[in-house]
């Protein structure tokens, strides 16, 4: 009698092969970002010794073809380890993206400051009332110089020290600016 899976409803199947595929993809992709990681954050992520030695392994490789190959191989070493093995790895991999996109956003909101110094009036008032100390005349010495900068077309030096006087006080808003360069 040919058994279908409807005549054992409770019957556990496992995983289709279509979900097997999927995750042997995401152990690749996660081997992939581990072999990507700097020797110091690698020694930090806990990992078993077999992996290691496999990522050591995949480094001295340079055919293309050949570490993808081992690659492979690392990932199928990797599949062999419960998931709680590369715990450690994934929460320093999910810090690590956290961090990076917090500075890009810290970055962006700067450079959309710089931005609106240049292009509004008011904007100047806005940010000494958000950073009371702030040097005010420098700050508007360097506004003008970067307008006069973008008209005449000139090299933006006084466009890059608004950068880096507006992250300085992002950074410590308590402390003076006053004495900066």
Known sequence: MNRTYTDEPDHDYGPTRTQQ???ALAVLAFATQLCELPPSKLARAGLPEDVLREIEQLRRIT???ARKRQLGFLAKVMRRH????FEAARTLLGE???QQRKETAAMHRLEAWRERLLDHDD???A???Q???IDRQHLRSLVRQARAE???NKAPRAYREIFQLLKQVSTNPDEDTSSMP
């Open 21 to 23: 595929r999927r995750d």
């Open 63 to 65: 055919s293309h073809i």
């Open 82 to 85: 419960d998931d709680d093995a």
């Open 96 to 98: 690590n993206r956290d």
């Open 123 to 125: 904007a100047v008032q």
């Open 127 to 129: 940010l000494i009332e």
């Open 131 to 133: 950073y009371p100390s």
């Open 150 to 152: 973008r008209d005449a």
